[in-house]
């Protein structure tokens, strides 16, 4: 099984490109994720990438800064450098984006509204 899931803060804005691929034109969004340990000062890094309509979601609705929440798998995709030297980078493929973080961070989305009698709590209202 190859699953990851992360809650960071995009490290710069997603950069959406149309490749042509086998059936037809494909959108790419790419992406960087930084992600807190849980102890200690150390931050890791993620390269992401989202295809077709998620990656047009990750482009419309995030910006540098945002925080956001991420499923997916871990894929690597060798290369040999100018160098001649073999790399190994690693990326997150996503298949599950959501928006995470106060109302003040997403504000730039187009989040749906709320159902009907359904009201927003501010984070400041809740006990935890």
Same mark, same amino acid.
Request: proline residues 5%; contains cysteine; glycine residues 8%.
């Given at each position: 099984?190859? #699953?990851?899931?992360?809650?960071?803060?995009?490290?710069? =804005?997603? &950069?959406?490109?149309?490749? %042509? @691929?086998? /059936?037809?034109?494909?959108?790419?969004?790419?992406?960087?994720?930084?992600?807190?340990?849980?102890? @200690?000062?150390?931050? *890791?890094?993620?390269?992401? #990438?989202?295809?077709?309509?998620?990656?047009?979601?990750?482009?419309?609705?995030? %910006?540098? @800064? #945002?925080?956001?929440?991420? =499923?997916?798998?871990? #894929?690597?995709?060798? $290369?040999?450098?100018? &160098?001649?030297?073999?790399? $190994?980078?690693?990326?997150?493929?996503?298949? %599950?984006?959501?928006?995470?973080? =106060?109302?003040?961070?997403?504000? /730039? =989305? *187009?989040?749906? !509204?709320? !159902?009907?009698?359904?009201?927003?709590?501010?984070?400041? *209202?809740?006990?935890?």
């Amino acid at each position: 099984m190859n #699953q990851i899931v992360i809650k960071g803060r995009l490290t710069r =804005s997603p &950069e959406l490109k149309t490749i %042509q @691929g086998k /059936n037809g034109e494909t959108s790419v969004c790419s992406f960087s994720v930084a992600v807190n340990r849980r102890f @200690g000062e150390e931050t *890791d890094f993620f390269d992401c #990438q989202a295809w077709g309509k998620a990656g047009e979601f990750v482009n419309k609705n995030f %910006q540098k @800064g #945002q925080e956001i929440l991420i =499923s997916g798998e871990m #894929q690597c995709h060798p $290369y040999e450098n100018k &160098e001649g030297k073999k790399v $190994y980078p690693w990326r997150i493929k996503t298949d %599950q984006i959501e928006f995470c973080g =106060s109302k003040k961070d997403n504000a /730039n =989305s *187009d989040a749906p !509204p709320l !159902p009907e009698g359904i009201e927003e709590v501010d984070d400041d *209202d809740l006990p935890f």
